[in-house]
C-alpha cells in the first residue's frame, strides 16, 4: 500500500506540473453534482497514551509508536455559484464525505517496552463546506472545513511480563472535526484530479473500568489524491 502511495503521488505530481498534460478546466466553471474517490497517506499528531487508571488513587501514562497510516475515501457533493452585486462568481461545495483510516501499532510502553500488533483505526463521516479561493488557467484552489462523527477503534495492549494486561481496546464514538485544502487539475469533460492536504482533530476515547484506559483527543496530517466524476 505504501509503494502504491508514493507513485499515485509521483503520478499526481507529473500531471500537475505540466501545463499540456491534461485540458484547460473549463467543466469546473459550471454548477454539478460529483463524486470521488480518494486514497491518503496520514500521519498521527499529539497521540498521547495509554492513560491507565490503576484505582486507589494510582495512575500511569504509556506511550505508543505507529507506522504511517493509509486510508481511503468516498465523497458526495454538489458546486454551485453565487453572484455580489458586481456580478462577481463566487464558487462553493457542499459534501458528505466518509473517510476510513488505520495505523499500524508497532510498539507500547507501559512500565517497559513491549512489541503491539494491531491497529488505530478511525471511521468518520464529514459534512465539508468549501470554497473557492484562488484560480489560473489550468487549476483551481478550494479550502473549507467538515464535521462530523467519528467512530474509533484501538486493540487491547500487550500482557507486560509483571502480569498486567492493564491497557485495554475497543470502539468508541465522539464529534470530529476537519480543514483541508484542494488544488484541482481536470482529466476531461467530467473527471477531475484532486489533491489536497487536511488536519482532523478526532475525539478521545476511554475504555474499561478498574484499570480504565484513557487517550486523549489527538489529530491525523496528511495529503491524498481523490479522482472527481460530475454529472
Avoid at 488513587?57 to 505507529?66: E, H, P, Q, R
Avoid at 465523497?75 to 462577481?88: A, P, V, Y
Avoid at 459534501?95 to 488505520?102: C, G, N, P, V
Avoid at 467538515?146 to 465522539?174: E, Y
Amino acid at each position: 500500500m505504501h509503494k502504491r502511495c508514493i507513485f499515485s503521488f509521483v503520478v499526481l505530481g507529473v500531471l500537475l506540473h505540466f501545463p499540456g498534460a491534461i485540458a484547460a478546466p473549463t467543466n469546473l466553471d459550471q454548477e454539478f453534482v460529483y463524486v470521488q474517490g480518494a486514497v491518503e497517506t496520514s500521519k498521527l499528531s499529539n497521540f498521547r497514551g495509554p492513560l491507565v487508571d490503576l484505582g486507589a488513587g494510582i495512575a500511569a501514562t504509556g506511550m505508543t509508536t505507529f507506522d504511517r497510516g493509509r486510508g481511503w475515501g468516498l465523497t458526495l457533493g454538489r458546486q454551485w455559484i453565487s453572484e455580489d452585486e458586481e456580478k462577481k462568481r463566487d464558487f462553493h461545495r457542499l459534501e458528505i464525505e466518509l473517510l476510513s483510516s488505520s495505523f499500524k501499532r508497532k510498539s507500547v510502553t507501559f512500565f517497559q517496552a513491549m512489541p503491539a500488533s494491531g491497529d488505530v483505526s478511525a471511521e468518520v463521516t464529514f459534512v465539508n463546506y468549501l470554497r473557492r479561493i484562488s484560480e489560473s488557467e489550468n487549476y483551481r484552489y478550494l479550502a473549507g472545513l467538515g464535521i462530523g462523527l467519528a467512530r474509533l477503534s484501538v486493540a487491547d495492549g500487550p500482557v507486560f511480563s509483571n502480569g498486567c494486561g492493564c491497557p485495554k481496546g475497543g470502539d468508541s464514538t465522539g464529534l470530529a472535526w476537519q480543514a483541508k485544502a484542494v488544488a484541482q487539475r481536470p482529466m476531461g469533460d467530467s473527471s477531475v484530479l484532486n489533491g489536497y492536504i487536511f488536519y482532523r482533530s478526532l475525539p478521545g476515547m476511554s475504555f474499561g473500568s478498574s484499570p480504565q484506559t484513557k487517550y486523549p483527543r489527538f489529530g491525523i496530517y496528511g495529503i491524498g489524491i481523490a479522482l472527481e466524476f460530475s454529472f
